[in-house]
């Protein structure tokens, strides 16, 4: 069966500080991948999605990024992070496009 | 307007209760999916459909693609239904990855 894994839990980081959110997924191959924000009391919002290895759709503009380096791992990364980047952040996986996705347990973060 | 909506937002119910919820939208979609995100954050697929009805257990999600307007049911409810329930839709047209969501209806059921 499928699994998708999101570290870490939970984080607190200071404004200006680097992120390196991890995601991967388990028992599935060139699955779509998917990261979203929830922000505190707001809808989840589509950051990015992937459709295969280094290619990459960002469907908001913002200081963040994501890479995909391996078939089943999605990164999201900032290089300073501003303190409306708090929230809730969760990864999520489809077999194809425009399919049922299945979401990770999410990052909560803090930025401070 | 936002495109998809969710009504009501808050939902309190005694345990044992027939509830409903409901989702309308106002673009043309391919598909539709419930989700339920726990208190804890986080969210779990219930349902995609794009026709009819399905029933999984005491949920059944319905959708009526003329009217826009899909709603999902719980038969029996129990307080560990007590969640956020978040309509998504696929839109014609719409980016590979882009679900349009609403924005949740929180359901808390008492014993």
């Known amino acids: 069966s499928q699994t998708i894994h999101q570290w870490p839990a939970t984080l607190v980081q200071p404004v200006g500080s680097p992120l390196s959110l991890e995601c991967t997924v388990e028992g599935t191959s060139n699955p779509n991948l998917y990261w979203y924000r929830q922000a505190a009391g707001r809808g989840l919002q589509l950051l990015f999605y992937s459709v295969g290895i280094g290619q990459i759709s960002s469907e908001v503009p913002q200081n963040l990024s994501a890479s995909r380096p391996q078939d089943r791992q999605f990164i999201l990364s900032s290089k300073k992070l501003l303190l409306s980047d708090s929230g809730f952040y969760l990864c999520a996986w489809s077999i194809i496009a425009r399919a049922e996705q299945y979401f990770g347990p999410g990052t909560r973060l803090t930025v401070t | 307007k936002n495109e998809v909506e969710q009504s009501p937002q808050n939902l309190t119910a005694q345990e044992g209760e027939f509830i409903t919820i409901n989702c309308s939208y106002s673009v043309g979609i391919s598909a539709l999916h419930w989700l339920q995100q726990h208190p804890g954050g986080g969210i779990v697929s219930l349902f995609m459909l794009s026709s009819g009805k399905k029933k999984h257990g ?24 007590s969640a956020v329930y978040i309509c998504a839709v696929y839109p014609y047209g719409g980016s590979q990855g882009n679900l349009i969501f609403g924005k949740g209806t929180k359901l808390s059921v008492k014993p």
């Open chain 2, 58 to 81: 005491r949920l059944i999600a319905t959708i009526n693609i003329q009217e826009k307007h899909s709603s999902l049911h719980i038969t029996a409810s129990h307080p560990r239904d």
